[in-house]
């Protein structure tokens, strides 16, 4: 069965950090792209950032030079480093696991809140 499970979310106030880590289980971790996505009220899913299998990364403009996406292959876990956040960054944040071979993999976590506000 396969588990993402997010953690590190919560209330911070604008210029503030968090860091957001997923465990991933069930899966062969190191061979997934793994994905950071966000969802605010009212408004679409987007990619925030993602890390490839070699370590490659890519983010959305708004967020570069702001959030680092890293992952530890030993541990099965991909982190978000959230740093100067603002208001526009409060979102539902959801861990995402993507595979494709013959197949496509796709696996979500059930999200975590982060919430910037004075």
């Known amino acids: 069965q396969v588990q993402l499970v997010e953690s590190g979310g919560g209330l911070v106030q604008p210029g503030g950090s968090l860091r957001l880590s997923c465990a991933a289980s069930?899966?062969?971790?190191?061979?997934?792209?793994m994905g950071w996505y966000r969802q605010a009220p009212g408004k679409q899913r987007e990619l925030v950032a993602a890390v490839t299998s070699g370590g490659g990364t890519n983010y959305v403009d708004s967020v570069k030079g702001r959030f680092t996406i890293s992952r530890d292959n030993a541990k099965n876990t991909v982190y978000l480093q959230m740093n100067s956040l603002k208001p526009e960054d409060t979102a539902v944040y959801y861990c995402?696991?993507?595979?494709?071979?013959?197949?496509?993999?796709?696996?979500w976590g059930q999200g975590t809140q982060v919430t910037v506000s004075s």
């Open positions: 995402n696991a993507h595979r494709s071979l013959t197949a496509v993999y796709d696996y």
């Open positions: 069930g899966i062969a971790f190191s061979f997934y792209v």
